[in-house]
């Protein structure tokens, strides 16, 4: 890679709603692998999750951005913006908006378990490098996994991550750590009014400063 911008971890998931544990694994990353900052790109809506349950755009990234405070972090919906709805899709466009930026993409096990369902999941790869976050419970089936059987020749550690002059796609960074069990949807099951309580907020997003209106989100 011949960027010499600063390097940034990328996050993307509904976030419905964000939780410690985005923060935890957000906070290995940037130290594990040197990441100038982080942006979590939280979905308008994702082609793999079905929209009942999906919380308005507006409460995921109020719920993002309470849990991104006082940490390299940016909550952004730039996907929005950009028109895209892919992984794929969103990635290009983001080298191509910010040319000089490095960017790593970052995911649990979880992910990775069905990362051979997204589309063009071998090109996502070769974008960027790739940054797997151990996950409790699905540490068996990324390693089974038909996207690991692919990747796992592209393994490289985090500290060789750190030197930026040997950076290339595809690599595979397996990132250990205690484990963190919170999940969203144990979220929605025991405070299934969390977005209500946000409903009403409104937010600028930390990447392209557009504002994030309530009265105008068309939800996931």
Not at 101 to 112: E, H, K, S, T
Request: one cysteine or more; proline letters at 8%; charged letters at 25%.
């Amino acid at each position: 890679m011949n960027r010499t911008g600063p390097v940034t971890g990328l996050l993307g998931g509904s976030f419905n709603p964000a939780h410690g544990g985005h923060r935890k694994i957000t906070l290995v990353a940037l130290s594990a692998l040197a990441l100038d900052e982080c942006w979590w790109l939280v979905s308008p809506g994702n082609p793999l999750k079905p929209r009942a349950g999906m919380a308005p755009l507006a409460a995921r990234v109020a719920s993002a951005r309470r849990q991104a405070r006082r940490a390299p972090i940016r909550v952004t919906a730039i996907e929005r913006e950009l028109g895209t709805r892919y992984t794929i899709d969103s990635l290009r466009a983001l080298k191509r908006r910010y040319p000089r930026r490095r960017f790593v993409w970052i995911m649990g096990a979880d992910n990775l378990a069905q990362f051979h369902l997204w589309r063009d999941w071998r090109r996502i790869a070769r974008e960027m490098p790739i940054a797997v976050v151990a996950r409790p419970g699905y540490d068996t089936a990324a390693i089974a996994s038909p996207a690991m059987a692919w990747l796992r020749r592209y393994r490289l550690s985090a500290s060789t991550m750190k030197n930026r002059h040997r950076w290339s796609a595809p690599a595979l960074i397996e990132l250990r750590f205690d484990p963190d069990p919170r999940s969203a949807t144990d979220i929605r099951l025991t405070d299934p009014d969390w977005a209500s309580r946000l409903s009403g907020t409104a937010a600028r997003d930390a990447v392209t400063h557009s504002p994030i209106f309530p009265d105008r989100d068309p939800g996931a």
